[in-house]
T-cell receptor
Framework: GESVGLHLPTLSVQEGDNSIINCAYSNSASDYFIWYKQESGKGPQFIIDIRSNMDKRQGQRVTVLLNKTVKHLSLQIAATQPGDSAVYFCAENLGSNYQLIWGAGTKLIIKP | DSGVTQTPKHLITATGQRVTLRCSPRSGDLSVYWYQQSLDQGLQFLIQYYNGEERAKGNILERFSAQQFPDLHSELNLSSLELGDSALYFC??????????????FGSGTRLTVV
């Protein structure tokens, strides 16, 4: 079936730099997208979401961009900090069963 | 505290045994989802319940079963356990039908080790 995929399984960035985590989705009917952060040994936590009628949404130090033309989603983290080390999952919602389709995850490593 | 409670946090058991994992959803949430996560892997969707009824099934083995009770808590039963069943099992909840926010709230998980 269709699923959300990630381009990079691991991303290493220097502390203080900006991080960009990418996600490709295949279902053009998806109308809602979410980014989750999962720290080691913990459950995923909601970071930010975006609806398909938007191109960009900003939170605190995070920005999600949605490009529906190429079915691409990205999460930008500004001024990356050690506490940002985690696995980041994107997920899409197809609307029928309120069930999220999950990407494989990207592990973000912060270099001091 | 996310509001989703999972017990136990850790479980060690032998192959061939049966265990039950419990989840209490966040207050007001009607949907419960179960996920399996093996080491350094993604989230594998197992099953969803909405207000006591099964709504969707994912890659759930026949040895596994679940139910959601009238008070909305849910249990995941794993039987004839194999070494490969060792994983983190997460429960998530959401308000469900008719809501604008489709996000899930996750519990902290149950770490199952089969020896």
């Amino acid at each position: 079936g269709e699923s959300v995929g990630l381009h990079l399984p691991t991303l290493s960035v220097q502390e203080g730099d900006n991080s960009i985590i990418n996600c490709a989705y295949s279902n053009s009917a998806s109308d809602y997208f979410i980014w989750y952060k999962q720290e080691s040994g913990k459950g995923p936590q909601f970071i930010i979401d975006i609806r398909s009628n938007m191109d960009k949404r900003q939170g605190q130090r995070v920005t999600v961009l949605l490009n529906k033309t190429v079915k691409h989603l990205s999460l930008q983290i500004a001024a990356t900090q050690p506490g940002d080390s985690a696995v980041y999952f994107c997920a899409e919602n197809l609307g029928s069963n309120y069930q999220l389709i999950w990407g494989a995850g990207t592990k973000l490593i912060i270099k001091p | 505290d996310s509001g989703v409670t999972q017990t136990p946090k850790h479980l060690i058991t032998a192959t061939g045994q049966r265990v039950t994992l419990r989840c209490s959803p966040r207050s007001g949430d009607l949907s419960v989802y179960w996920y399996q996560q093996s080491l350094d892997q993604g989230l594998q969707f197992l099953i969803q319940y909405y207000n006591g009824e099964e709504r969707a099934k994912g890659n759930i083995l026949e040895r596994f079963s679940a139910q959601q009770f009238p008070d909305l808590h849910s249990e995941l039963n794993l039987s004839s356990l194999e070494l490969g069943d060792s994983a983190l099992y997460f429960c998530a909840s959401s308000v469900g039908r008719g809501q604008a926010n489709y996000g899930y709230t996750f519990g902290s998980g149950t770490r199952l080790t089969v020896v």
